[in-house]
């Protein structure tokens, strides 16, 4: 069964810097595209980023581009989220989802390209 546990989510103030960790387990990392997307109050599920772990793509929302950066880790099953300058409207639950086949770019921002998903981690800015 394939599990995803997201972490690294806290209370910070604006301007500040978080790193998310998303873990997964029980699939074969291999090939996979994974995402961070985000929801906050009121709000619909938003797009935040995405690796394709085969060819190294990344790909970003323009709200966040130039702030946040997605990278692997150093286990093939473990994907980060850096984010720097973070303001109040980046405060949302944080989920990761993962999909282990490559994603074609147009369909990155989709929620529903992917497969599993996290519990989700919440992320609080303050002003």
């Known amino acids: 069964q394939v599990q995803l546990v997201e972490s690294g989510g806290g209370l910070v103030q604006a301007g500040d810097s978080l790193r998310l960790s998303c873990a997964g387990s029980g699939g074969t990392f291999s090939t996979y595209t994974m995402g961070w997307f985000r929801q906050a109050p009121g709000k619909e599920r938003e797009f935040v980023a995405s690796i394709s772990w085969g060819g190294g793509r990344t790909d970003y929302a323009d709200s966040v581009k130039g702030r946040f950066t997605i990278f692997r880790g150093n286990a093939k099953n473990t994907v980060h989220l850096q984010m720097n300058s973070l303001k109040p409207e980046d405060t949302a639950v944080y989920y990761c989802?993962?999909?282990?086949?490559?994603?074609?770019?147009?369909?990155?921002?989709?929620?529903?390209?992917?497969?599993?998903w996290g519990q989700g981690t919440q992320v609080t800015v303050s002003s």
């Open positions: 989802a993962v999909r282990f086949v490559p994603i074609a770019q147009p369909f990155v921002a989709t929620g529903s390209s992917y497969d599993y």
